[in-house]
């Protein structure tokens, strides 16, 4: 069984930082793309970055592509979303989602699992 488990989400104000961790349990997770995907109130869901099985490639949404990097470690089983200069249009759950692949996906029907969330708020 595959769990996700997102956190370092938190309420901040415009112009700080934040990292979101994932971790990963189960079978070989490091054999698949892992991304982050967001939803803010009212929208739909949108995918944010994501990082092949090793790491080598990398994809972020353009929206973000100034602010946001994301990362892995496999030896922790673990993904990173650092997100910088943060705005209120980021405001939003963040979840963390497995690849049904190796490579790197935009779309969201190319993961299988997917964590439970955290919260970003980010206000004045």
């Known amino acids: 069984q595959v769990q996700l488990v997102e956190s370092g989400g938190g309420l901040v104000q415009p112009g700080d930082s934040l990292r979101l961790t994932c971790t990963a349990s189960?079978?070989?997770?490091?054999?698949?793309?892992m991304g982050w995907f967001r939803r803010a109130p009212g929208k739909e869901r949108e995918f944010v970055g994501a990082?092949?099985?090793?790491?080598?490639?990398?994809r972020i949404a353009d929206s973000v592509k100034a602010r946001f990097t994301i990362s892995r470690d496999n030896t922790r089983n673990s993904l990173y979303l650092q997100m910088n200069n943060l705005i209120p249009e980021d405001t939003a759950v963040y979840y963390c989602?497995?690849?049904?692949?190796?490579?790197?996906?935009?779309?969201?029907?190319?993961?299988?699992?997917w964590g439970q969330g955290t919260q970003v708020t980010v206000s004045s």
């Open positions: 989602a497995r690849g049904k692949f190796w490579s790197a996906s935009t779309q969201a029907e190319d993961y299988d699992y």
């Open positions: 189960g079978r070989n997770p490091s054999s698949f793309a």
């Open positions: 990082a092949s099985d090793l790491g080598a490639q990398t």
